[in-house]
């Protein structure tokens, strides 16, 4: 079935009568290299929105899959009728960009009936890592940081080539936990990042699985006086080479009178040299054994949970009955598989080549589509 015959049927659905036998969810999920999407509804009541859980790498119950809740409330392109509001998406884990074929399970949730696949589940896709772009690397200098920042190995890591690792211009380290403020009357928040106040729109914000609890006040007069550097990318993107090093993928920060390449023509931004501002300078060597371990490496592994969430340790009972752990899922990923682990040892790399510019932020949310 097409999605415009899918969306029809739904239309219908949604616009039938409720009947007086309970029926489940349902709905359809399609995947391709550019995310999930689909759409699911109650027939008992076509007016509400539902969640969708979504499974990768295996069914609801499968040790080794990992679990993420949405909500079918979206209008999607092609929808008809009442459907409309019941569509869904979700982006792949980029981990799990590495040209191998992981299934998508898709359940409808309506907290009463038996929780059914939708029709197309289980999907599969097949997708190679994700193109690169500019931008520079910074070196997350702990597997603490990792978590302090809510970083998902398995949503947010992608293994790269150690020649192109090698050939990224190096930002500043990461240090320290992230710093999210708003002044006094203004509801815009902002993260304190190398000396800069950085916008964190409400997208950017879910995204990085942050909320307004996590924002603390500030002088505005205080704000005011940090020069104001670029938004975070839409998706935290992590990357890692055959060492145990996992580095951030960010923007160039620009500061008045910058020749960097990256600030041509850029005449707004202010601020310190985000090349050497607060950049770790030590010689430490990075490890560059070749071991695909799942623990100390870093390495994505979902049946041993190698994922970094947001600490939380509340149980959520999954589409099959099974109880699975629900960290950070609800604004935009994390590892339901019921476990953490340190996720990586990372080590100090600070080369500084002059190759081209490594990076893989627009990309993640501009040219594929929706996430």
């Not at 009442?82 to 792949?92: E, I, K, S, V």
């Not at 899922?329 to 019921?338: E, F, H, I, R, V």
Request: hydrophobic content about 35%; proline content about 9%; aromatic content about 4%.
């Amino acid at each position: 079935m097409t999605r415009a015959a899918s969306w029809a049927a739904a239309a219908v659905l949604a616009a039938a009568p409720t009947t007086a036998r309970a029926a489940s969810p349902i709905g359809e999920v399609v995947v391709t290299c550019d995310g999930v999407e689909g759409w699911a509804l109650d027939p008992d009541d076509p007016g509400a929105a539902i969640d969708v859980h979504l499974y990768f790498d295996g069914p609801a119950g499968d040790q080794g899959a990992t679990g993420l809740p949405v909500r079918a409330d979206r209008s999607l392109p092609g929808c008809q009728g009442d459907a409309c509001g019941h569509g869904f998406t979700a982006a792949l884990p980029l981990s799990r960009l590495d040209g191998q074929a992981h299934p998508v399970h898709a359940y409808g949730i309506d907290g009463v009936d038996p929780n059914l696949e939708l029709s197309g589940s289980p999907g599969s896709y097949s997708c190679p890592p994700l193109a690169l772009v500019e931008g520079v690397r910074r070196h997350v200098l702990s597997p603490e940081l990792l978590g302090a920042w809510r970083f998902s190995i398995y949503w947010d890591l992608m293994k790269v080539a150690d020649v192109a690792l090698a050939g990224a211009p190096t930002g500043p380290s990461i240090g320290e936990g992230p710093v999210l403020v708003s002044a006094a009357g203004d509801e815009a928040i902002w993260l304190i990042d190398q000396g800069f106040r950085r916008p964190m729109p409400a997208d950017v914000l879910a995204a990085w699985r942050f909320t307004a609890e996590d924002v603390a006040p500030i002088d505005p007069g205080e704000l005011a006086a940090l020069p104001e550097g670029s938004s975070p990318p839409p998706r935290p993107v992590l990357v890692q080479g055959s060492g145990a090093a996992v580095f951030l993928l960010d923007a160039y920060q620009c500061a008045p009178g910058d020749d960097d390449p990256a600030c041509a023509g850029d005449a707004t931004t202010t601020g310190g040299d985000a090349t050497t501002d607060g950049e770790d300078t030590s010689t430490g060597g990075e490890d560059t054994s070749t071991g695909s371990g799942t623990g100390s490496t870093g390495e994505p592994d979902a049946t041993t949970a190698g994922d970094m969430t947001d600490g939380s340790t509340g149980a959520a009972t999954g589409p099959s009955g099974g109880t699975n752990s629900d960290g950070a899922t609800t604004t935009g990923g994390g590892d339901l598989d019921g476990s953490e682990s340190d996720g990586c040892a990372c080590r100090a790399n600070d080369e500084r080549p002059g190759a081209p510019l490594l990076c893989l932020l627009p990309v993640l949310l501009a040219s594929r589509r929706r996430w």
